[in-house]
């Protein structure tokens, strides 16, 4: 069975400061990895996600994750973060083989403060 | 495109009563999900359709049943609702049902039951 953890429930930090979201998963089987976020009142959009080949991935809004196999971990990072970068940001992971299912960490709540 | 929409956005129900969630794609997609999110616990999937006229039991189907009408709307019903189904739903649908793809959430219904 696949898990996902997010140990920081929230993370506050200034704007303009950088931040690191930590995701850590566990896998029998080799994972395909998730970054979704969600903003006040909305649903979750794709962030970013990998699934192959580099292990430094980049996304969307200046958002980059590396996959890191060794330590199974898939953490969450931007240089600079702004206001609107306020949300709930969900790491999740799903087998390669022939499963559908994304398995969802319980999110991070990140807080930005002029 | 409206992309996935749900409704209604808001519901209270008392113990017992029923209700139907309705969610609808326009992006064409062959596969469509049904969760719901609980404080601190992430997304879970109570329900899946991986195409039109097939659907699948989930993490939570318990006291749950739904129907995929056609390939663009996928029903959620409660028949007879619980205080323990107090939560945030969310639709997404799925270009395929792969471990790869992306899914396109919904902006959630949020439930109470009294």
């Known amino acids: 069975a696949q898990s996902v953890t997010q140990l920081d429930s929230q993370v506050p930090v200034f704007e303009e400061a950088p931040v690191e979201l930590r995701c850590n998963y566990s896998s029998s089987v080799s994972v395909y990895l998730f970054w979704y976020v969600q903003y006040p009142n909305q649903g979750l959009q794709l962030l970013l996600k990998?699934?192959?080949?580099?292990?430094l991935v980049k996304g969307i809004n200046g958002f980059e994750a590396e996959f890191n196999k060794s330590q199974t971990s898939f953490h969450l990072r931007k240089p600079s973060v702004h206001i609107s970068d306020t949300a709930e940001y969900f790491c999740?992971?799903?087998?390669?083989?022939?499963?559908?299912?994304?398995?969802f960490g319980s999110g991070t709540r990140l807080l930005v403060r002029p | 495109n409206a992309g996935v929409t749900q409704t209604p956005k808001f519901q209270v129900l008392k113990t017992g009563q029923s209700m139907t969630l309705q969610c609808a794609q326009d992006?064409?997609?062959?596969?469509m999900y049904w969760y719901r999110q609980d404080p601190g616990m992430g997304l879970r999937l109570i329900y899946y359709s991986a195409s039109e006229g097939t659907t699948d039991k989930g993490e939570v189907p318990n006291g749950y049943n739904v129907s995929r009408l056609n390939k663009r709307e996928f029903s959620l019903r409660l028949e007879s609702a619980a205080p323990s189904q107090t939560s945030v739903y969310f639709c997404?649908?799925?270009?395929?049902?792969?471990?790869?793809?992306?899914?396109?959430f919904g902006p959630g219904t949020r439930l109470t039951v009294l």
């Open positions: 990998y699934l192959s080949g580099s292990t």
């Open positions: 997404a649908s799925s270009e395929i049902r792969g471990p790869a793809d992306t899914q396109y």
């Open positions: 999740a992971v799903s087998r390669m083989d022939s499963s559908y299912k994304l398995i």
């Open positions: 992006m064409n997609h062959n596969s």
